[in-house]
């Protein structure tokens, strides 16, 4: 028998210059396994490469951003064939972000929480429902956070960074607003179409103007473009962690 055919753990849909690219485990609030992001990596590096496209929309499925790890799956027994090799589906799927030439919109509905916040914070421009928060609590759990401290020094001021980071809260949509990292705040049920609009409206400029604005400002930043050695540096500046812990 044939068995059938799996999801996609990511998914690409193209729409008029624009690549939505959707994290698809929305049974587990799209939270992170290394086989979605294996699958992320190559689905932005074809984008990344795709002529046709002028902007990315990166979003969730059923109505949330991500949730996470998923530690009950990093923490299955037997481990997970993939353990061994999870540090470096997660760089690599960062990596595939950070040299994106496209602009980069996020919708950021529900939630975007510890390893989902950092892709979150790979967006250029994040659309953030009202009620919708992101955390970056990685220290609370004693655990690092290489990926979302790459992004975040990479682009905003350290007092910010610091915010984020060292309280581990939630920061609601408003105050990721006052804070520079969102750039609107909707109604939670009008995020994605408002993050669609707003890709859109950015592909239809005249083609490559919004790539190659991106690019003149990523040359001209003190970090440069966030490219293989930004989060190689990252990740070897945090020590080694223990396992994720189980909830």
């Given at each position: 028998?044939?068995e ?11 729409r008029?210059?624009?690549a939505?690219i959707e994290?698809?485990?929305p ?9 979605m ?13 795709d ?5 990315v929309?990166l ?9 996470g790890?998923?530690?009950?799956e ?7 064939a ?14 595939a ?11 950021l509905?529900r ?7 950092a892709?979150a914070?790979?967006?250029?421009l994040?659309?953030?429902g ?6 970056v609590g ?35 949509g408003?105050?990721l ?9 909707v109604?939670?049920?009008a ?22 604005l991106?690019s003149?400002?990523l ?29």
């Open positions: 028998m044939t059938p055919t799996r999801e996609p753990l990511v998914n690409r849909i193209d008029d210059g624009v939505i994290l698809n485990r049974a587990r609030k799209n939270a992170i396994i290394p086989p992001l294996d699958e992320l990596a190559a689905v932005v590096t074809a984008v990344n490469a002529p046709d496209v002028y902007a929309l979003c969730g499925t059923g109505g949330a951003f991500c949730s790890l998923d530690l009950t990093f923490n299955a027994d037997p481990p997970p993939w353990l061994a090799t999870s540090g470096a589906s997660v760089q690599a799927a960062h990596e972000l950070g040299v994106c030439p496209h602009p980069i919109v996020v919708a509905e939630y975007a929480i510890n390893g989902g916040a892709f914070l790979a967006g250029d994040i659309v953030s009202r009620d919708a928060w992101l955390q990685e220290a609370q759990l004693g655990m690092q956070a290489p990926m979302n401290l790459a992004w975040l020094v990479a682009r905003y001021p350290m007092a910010t960074v610091m915010q984020v980071v060292l309280a581990g809260e939630r920061i609601p408003p105050e607003h006052r804070l520079g990292i969102a750039y609107e705040v109604d939670d049920g995020v994605r179409a408002r993050a669609e609009e707003l890709a859109a409206t950015i592909a239809a400029f005249p083609p490559g103007a919004a790539r190659r991106k003149a400002a040359c001209l930043a003190e970090s440069g473009p966030i490219g293989s050695e930004w989060f190689t540096r990252a990740a070897a500046l945090a020590p080694a962690a223990a396992p994720p812990p189980t909830r």
